[in-house]
């Protein structure tokens, strides 16, 4: 052998290097060495040193480059006794990466939500029953034995529970060797649930709803099916099936569902049907339990989770199917950070797996229901509410024509038909997508108009807290009696109206009724979900809430709904403002009649012509789709074109103007890809951040992601303070 080739040698096995993708905005993975001894493989959780810190990383596919001398590299401290990230995971986490032209640390980062997981969970002690018996017996004692006498192992207070006596007559029985400790391993988090416990007839056109799906699922393999049935049609009870019929294929399931801490009722009908509760995921999560369920999710103990975006980044042992439940919930879009919308990589998701992928929605997005008519998504219909559910009567309230009284927002007929259904001792639900007392504060003497110092915000005046809030940063602060400006006292007036409001408008006309308002700001998730429950047992009257009201709840008695302001969201803007409202208004009123009960939904608005108070009223979604699908596809939006945003900040303005022209002068000149701005974003300063807009519009086939990187490469440098953000798909153009 020659010097050479032991040198080759050395290189190549006593210092093996891989690359170890690390959970921060880095563009690639690094190289480090393996340590002798240390058997790590693609997927393989590891921690490394990184600066002066160590942290978590992946060890990726690919191989070195040999760009750095391996002797100089640094080490791998240490590999975690953890089930590595599939190939199949790797790849989607570096397909999100390249979809969203964010660095695959940050992406990878996602998959990486539960830092004390990554050890395996510590056994537990326990206690089993020797052949030893105590020299005294006691009544205690001995029903103790009794309930320890079937082989299995227990649980210190688990024992002490199943023999009704306290533990410490366990603990006496032990030191007479009437017990030996062994070591278990931890309970689950959730029990496993039985695709069999509870099965339900379906009705009607459930049963051809649910055979067309279950021929989809049993083939296994890639599809993508759109459910898309109205509010109380069975939906969930159809999917139901397809997660049976997954579970009994050994296969995991994960079930997306937009505000998943608020819908307790919905993992007690997955309990009714399958006998436990699915594990949950979102950011509510205790730690301990975050960690537990991450664990048991990548060893394959945890079948179905419930989650919200996040869940689709869980490294699932074998997941055989996706339910999008809500699909078209605009909060399946993250902007921060990773900019993706957890529908379309839950597609992408299965399509890399190899497996179904579910889209549900009473009201499908025009993405899901173009690819619906043109048979890339399976189109599932449900027609038709279950049993004796009727859909609620629909009208139109003409605020030209019904006016409220002086200073309040409910016109007559609203009033009228509250009462109506407090006297029948039914429930009214009254929805202002609008958190707070009032969106705007004035004064009545010189004008002053209260703004948030960071952002181009109105303060919203919460009376509940005595504060007013920026929605937009979370600043606040005491509501002031005086002006700032003019220094008058007592001439702050609240314009227009937030919740908080129209529920003191409702007391003012109804003072026996139980009322009681739902917003996220006035409660946490706990709390708010003991007063949906409380809510549909009865104990309220009248309910006044924002959007969380309108998702999944069940609220049985609930035959009133008002729309207070219908109008709201459509003047913004935005090209989806008309879809978005009629999915939310539509939503609403759904939850209204959702047991036998006659029912009645009204839309206050000043625009009763308005195509989509139209559509709703009518029922004639179909129509609306129509209109709506055909105006995209002139103006080659969404899906008939693609969009992608940028977003330039700076702590100037000037910065952040000049950086986005630069950007525009940089973008490369490709036929099919037009730019628009740069423009000062409609909320032109955040945080104190000043924010400019570039839209990039291209045809359906363009490469935005070719584009973009290109305009950036070729773009200023970035300086100072100016940071960009990349919002490919952009759902927001605020
Ligand atoms: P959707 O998801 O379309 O809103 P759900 O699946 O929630 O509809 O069904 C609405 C209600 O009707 C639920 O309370 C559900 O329990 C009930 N339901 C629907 N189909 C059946 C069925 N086949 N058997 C028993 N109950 C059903
Ligand atoms: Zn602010």
Request: net charge neutral; glycine share 6%; aromatic share 8%.
């Given at each position: 052998?020659?010097?050479?080739?032991?040198?080759?040698?050395d290189?190549?096995?006593?210092?093996?290097?891989?690359p170890?993708?690390?959970p921060?905005?880095a563009?690639?993975a690094?190289s480090y060495a393996?340590?002798?001894?240390?058997a790590?493989?693609?997927g393989?959780?590891?921690q490394v040193?990184l600066?002066?810190?160590?942290?978590?990383g992946v060890?990726?596919d690919?191989?070195?480059?040999?760009?750095?001398?391996?002797?100089?590299?640094?080490?791998i401290?240490?590999?975690?006794d953890c089930?590595?990230l599939s190939?199949d995971?790797r790849?989607?986490?570096?397909?999100?990466?390249?979809?969203t032209?964010s660095?695959?640390g940050?992406?990878?980062?996602?998959?990486?939500?539960?830092?004390?997981a990554?050890?395996p969970?510590?056994?537990?002690?326990g206690?089993r029953?020797?052949d030893?018996?105590?020299?005294?017996?006691?009544?205690?004692?001995?029903?103790v034995?009794?309930a320890?006498?079937?082989?299995f192992?227990w649980?210190r207070?688990?024992?002490?529970?199943?023999?009704g006596?306290?533990?410490?007559?366990?603990?006496g029985?032990?030191?007479?060797g009437?017990?030996e400790?062994?070591?278990?391993?931890?309970?689950?988090?959730?029990?496993?649930?039985?695709?069999d416990?509870?099965?339900?007839?379906l009705?009607?056109p459930?049963?051809?709803?649910?055979?067309?799906?279950?021929?989809?699922?049993?083939?296994?393999?890639?599809?993508?099916s759109?459910i898309?049935g109205i509010t109380g049609?069975?939906?969930?009870e159809v999917?139901f099936?397809?997660?049976?019929a997954?579970?009994?294929?050994?296969?995991?399931?994960?079930?997306l569902?937009?505000?998943?801490a608020?819908?307790?009722?919905?993992?007690?009908r997955?309990q009714?049907?399958?006998g436990?509760?699915?594990?949950?995921?979102h950011?509510?999560?205790a730690p301990?339990?975050?960690?537990?369920?991450w664990?048991?999710?990548?060893?394959?103990?945890?079948?179905?989770v419930?989650?919200?975006r996040?869940a689709l980044?869980l490294?699932?042992?074998?997941?055989g199917?996706i339910?999008?439940d809500?699909e078209?919930?605009?909060?399946?879009k993250?902007?921060?950070?990773?900019?993706y919308?957890?529908?379309?990589?839950?597609?992408v998701?299965?399509?890399?797996?190899e497996?179904?992928v579910?889209?549900?929605s009473?009201?499908?997005?025009?993405?899901s229901?173009v690819?619906g008519?043109?048979g890339?998504?399976?189109?599932?219909?449900?027609?038709?509410?279950?049993?004796d559910?009727a859909?609620?009567?629909?009208g139109?309230?003409?605020m030209?024509?019904?006016?409220?009284?002086?200073g309040g927002?409910?016109?007559?007929?609203?009033?009228r038909h509250i009462?109506?259904a407090?006297?029948?001792?039914?429930q009214?639900?009254?929805f202002?997508?609008?958190?707070?007392?009032a969106p705007?504060?004035?004064?009545?003497v010189?004008g002053h108009?209260?703004?948030?110092?960071?952002?181009?915000?109105w303060l919203?005046e919460?009376?509940?807290?005595?504060q007013?809030q920026?929605?937009h940063?979370g600043?606040?602060?005491?509501?002031?009696?005086?002006?700032?400006e003019?220094g008058?006292?007592?001439h702050?007036?609240?314009?227009?109206?937030g919740?908080?409001?129209i529920?003191?408008?409702v007391?003012?006309h109804?003072?026996?009724?139980?009322?009681?308002?739902l917003?996220?700001d006035?409660?946490?998730?706990?709390?708010?979900r003991?007063?949906?429950?409380?809510?549909?047992?009865?104990?309220?009257?009248?309910?006044?809430?924002?959007q969380?009201?309108a998702?999944?709840?069940?609220?049985?008695?609930m035959?009133?709904?008002?729309?207070?302001?219908?109008?709201?969201?459509l003047?913004?803007?935005d090209p989806r403002?008309?879809?978005r409202?009629?999915?939310l208004?539509?939503?609403?009123?759904?939850?209204?009649g959702?047991?036998?009960?006659?029912?009645?939904?009204l839309?206050?608005t000043?625009q009763p012509?308005?195509?989509?108070m139209?559509?709703?009223v009518?029922?004639d979604?179909?129509?609306?789709?129509e209109?709506?699908?055909n105006?995209?596809?002139?103006?080659l939006?969404p899906p008939?074109g693609?969009?992608?945003?940028?977003?330039?900040?700076?702590?100037?303005r000037?910065?952040?103007?000049?950086?986005?022209?630069g950007?525009?002068?940089?973008?490369p000149?490709?036929?099919g890809i037009?730019?628009?701005?740069?423009?000062?974003?409609?909320?032109?300063?955040?945080?104190?951040?000043?924010?400019?807009r570039?839209?990039v519009?291209g045809?359906?086939?363009s490469?935005?992601?070719?584009?973009?990187?290109?305009?950036?490469?070729n773009?200023?440098?970035?300086?100072?303070?100016?940071s960009?953000?990349?919002?490919?798909?952009?759902q927001?153009?605020l």
């Open positions: 052998m020659t010097e050479d080739s032991t040198d080759l040698f290189d190549l096995f006593a210092r093996r290097v891989v170890v993708l690390v921060m905005p563009p690639k690094y393996v340590p002798e001894g240390m790590v493989e693609p393989s959780i590891v040193p600066g002066p810190r160590q942290v978590v060890v990726w690919g191989t070195d480059d040999g760009s750095v001398d391996p002797k100089k590299l640094k080490a401290t240490r590999a975690f089930p590595p190939k995971m790849t989607f986490l570096d397909w999100v990466a390249a979809y032209v660095p695959p940050l992406v990878a980062r996602m998959a990486l939500r539960a830092p004390a990554f050890d969970e510590p056994m537990i002690e206690l029953l020797t030893t018996r105590p020299e005294r017996m006691t009544p205690a004692r001995q029903r034995i009794a320890a006498d079937n082989g192992a649980t207070s688990g024992l002490a529970h199943a023999a006596t306290s533990s410490s007559v366990i603990d029985l032990a030191v007479q009437v017990f400790t062994i070591f278990m391993p931890p309970p689950p988090v959730v029990a496993l649930p039985d695709p416990y509870a099965e339900h007839r009705e009607g459930q049963k051809q709803a649910a055979q067309d799906l279950l021929d989809s699922v049993d083939v296994g393999g890639f599809s993508v759109l898309d049609s069975g939906k969930t999917y099936e397809a997660i049976a997954t579970l009994k294929a050994g296969r995991q399931v994960l079930i569902l937009p505000e998943i608020l819908t307790a009722s919905f993992l007690e997955f009714d049907r399958f436990s509760k699915p594990a949950e995921w950011s509510d999560l301990r339990t975050r960690e537990k369920v664990r048991q999710v990548t060893e394959g103990g945890v079948r179905v419930a989650g919200a996040s980044f490294p699932f042992e074998n997941l199917l339910i999008v809500e078209h919930d605009p909060a399946y993250q902007e921060d950070r990773v900019f919308n957890a529908r379309d990589m839950a597609v998701r299965a399509r890399i797996g497996f179904p579910v889209l549900v009473a009201t499908p997005s025009v993405e229901r690819n008519d043109l890339r998504y399976k189109p599932i219909h449900l027609p038709t509410r279950f049993g559910a859909l609620p009567d629909l139109l309230v003409d030209r024509r019904h006016p409220p009284e002086r927002f409910l016109s007559p007929v609203l009033l009462g109506k407090v006297e029948r001792g039914e009214a639900l009254l202002l997508n609008r958190r707070g007392y705007l504060t004035l004064c009545r010189c108009r209260f703004q948030c110092p960071d952002c181009s915000s919203v919460h009376r509940f807290r005595g007013i920026c929605h940063c600043y606040a602060e005491r509501t002031p009696e005086s002006c700032p003019c008058t006292f007592d702050l007036v609240a314009c227009g109206p919740v908080e409001r529920a003191e408008e007391d003012r109804f003072p026996d009724a139980r009322t009681i308002v917003s996220s006035l409660m946490g998730v706990k709390r708010l003991l007063e949906l429950e409380a809510i549909a047992r009865g104990e309220a009257d009248i309910v006044v809430g924002t969380l009201v998702k999944g709840h069940n609220f049985p008695m035959t009133f709904v008002g729309i207070v302001d219908a109008d709201i969201g003047a913004n803007g403002a008309a879809e409202t009629f999915q208004l539509s939503q609403v009123t759904g939850r209204a959702r047991t036998g009960l006659k029912s009645l939904g839309l206050q000043y012509q308005h195509p989509v139209q559509a709703i009518s029922g979604s179909q129509a609306f789709y209109r709506e699908i105006e995209r596809e002139k103006a939006l008939f693609r969009l992608a945003s940028v977003i330039v900040s700076a702590d100037t000037a910065d952040a103007e000049g950086h986005a022209r950007l525009r002068q940089a973008a000149k490709v036929s037009g730019i628009l701005g740069p423009a000062e974003a409609p909320l032109a300063l955040i945080r104190g951040r000043h924010r400019f570039l839209l519009h045809r359906r086939n490469d935005m992601q070719a584009f973009v990187k290109t305009m950036m490469a773009g200023p440098k970035m300086r100072g303070s100016v960009v953000q990349l919002d490919i798909d952009p927001s153009f």
